[in-house]
């Protein structure tokens, strides 16, 4: 089991750039692979990308390659997501979660409370 923190949302005007991060509790964080999701009010929660455990694959939903990146530090037990050329549309909570055996990336097992992100006009 781990337990997920995400951090670094907040207020960016459009156009800008944003780190999100999730810390993981324990000394078992590189067990999991790990992905990030968000959800926009009145909208489904939507996956946005998957880093392996090692963090040597990567994947991304065809719609946010290219301006976000996934990556990972075991060593600081902590996934991060940068995000960049951000949009209005792009406001959403934001979401770590951890993949257990048998999962997929768009299939996690543990969640985090999520982070919220507003990109200003």
């Known amino acids: 089991q781990v337990q997920l923190v995400e951090s670094g949302g907040g207020l960016v005007q459009a156009g800008g750039s944003l780190r999100l991060s999730c810390a993981a509790s324990g000394h078992t964080f590189s067990s999991y692979a790990m992905s990030w999701f968000r959800q926009a009010p009145g909208k489904e929660r939507e996956y946005v990308a998957g880093?392996?455990?090692?963090?040597?694959?990567?994947n991304y939903a065809d719609s946010w390659k290219g301006r976000f990146t996934i990556s990972r530090d075991n060593a600081k037990n902590t996934v991060y997501l940068q995000m960049n050329s951000l949009k209005p549309e792009d406001t959403a909570v934001y979401y770590c979660a951890a993949v257990g055996p048998g999962g997929d990336y768009a299939n996690p097992t543990f969640w985090g409370q999520g982070t919220q992100v507003t990109v200003s006009s």
């Open positions: 880093i392996s455990r090692s963090g040597f694959s990567t």
